[in-house]
């Protein structure tokens, strides 16, 4: 699977935005993608996942109630629809495919830039 995250850009706190990511492969619809962010100076965190089948997702305490992850198999996409965007928030996003052998990400996209202004 290769994955391209976009819907990155510049947003005032306060705001929203929603960021894709495309995967290629035919085993997308299978496999439980998840959004992780890296601020400057800090390690990569998680932010969210869905299982395969969009009936199960799971965020981060401090996304929880104002992020959103959904996709669409058919088009093999996830998204990440973020409101109330805040400044602690402004990270480089990348989405990333688990996997259920090694029970780990083992496939991660080029990422998006989301800076949140105060």
């Known amino acids: 699977v290769q994955l391209q995250a976009s819907g990155g850009g510049l947003v005032q706190a306060g705001g929203s935005l929603r960021l894709s990511c495309a995967a290629s492969?035919?085993?997308?619809?299978?496999?439980?993608m998840g959004w992780f962010r890296q601020a400057p100076g800090k390690e990569r965190e998680f932010v969210a996942r869905?299982?395969?089948?969009?009936?199960?997702?799971y965020y981060a305490d401090s996304v929880k109630g104002r992020f959103t992850i959904s996709r669409d198999n058919a088009k093999n996409t996830v998204y990440l629809q973020m409101n109330s965007l805040k400044p602690e928030d402004t990270a480089i996003y990348y989405c990333?495919?688990?996997?259920?052998?090694?029970?780990?990400?083992?496939?991660w996209g080029q990422g998006t830039l989301v800076t949140v202004s105060s």
């Open positions: 492969g035919r085993t997308f619809s299978s496999r439980t």
């Open positions: 869905i299982r395969w089948n969009g009936g199960s997702t």
């Open positions: 990333a495919v688990y996997n259920d052998l090694n029970l780990k990400y083992d496939c």
